[in-house]
Nanobody, 126 residues
Framework: VQLQASGGGLVQAGDSLRLSCTASGGTFSRYSVGWFRQAPGKEREFVAGMNWTGGRTSYADSVKGRFTMSRDNAKNTAHLQMNSLKPGDTAVYYC????????????????????WGQGTEVTVSS
């Protein structure tokens, strides 16, 4: 599965952005999908995840109540709606897919994801 993240940009604190993850080359609907981010000088961290059916989601505490993840298996896409953005959300955002079909995800650790897309940069100014 090949993944491509898009939708990043430069926004002000309090603004919203919607990131998209588009999949190709595989059966996207079988896999849990996760969003991660990496700020300059920091390790990549989990942001949100959703299982293959879309029935289970998980969020990092830092984004709960502000970010919402969704997926459209018919269109091989996943989205991350980010509201009330803060400067601390500034990072490169990556989408990733769990290589195990129909897994019990979503999982929140990097090692559970084998398929990674190129990131999209989000910059939030104060």
């Amino acid at each position: 599965v090949q993944l491509q993240a898009s939708g990043g940009g430069l926004v002000q604190a309090g603004d919203s952005l919607r990131l998209s993850c588009t999949a190709s080359g595989g059966t996207f609907s079988r896999y849990s999908v996760g969003w991660f981010r990496q700020a300059p000088g920091k390790e990549r961290e989990f942001v949100a995840g959703m299982n293959w059916t879309g029935g289970r989601t998980s969020y990092a505490d830092s984004v709960k109540g502000r970010f919402t993840m969704s997926r459209d298996n018919a269109k091989n896409t996943a989205h991350l709606q980010m509201n009330s953005l803060k400067p601390g959300d500034t990072a490169v955002y990556y989408c990733a897919a769990d290589p195990t079909p129909y897994s019990e995800g979503p999982y929140s650790t990097l090692r559970d994801y084998d398929f990674w897309g190129q990131g999209t940069e989000v910059t939030v100014s104060s």
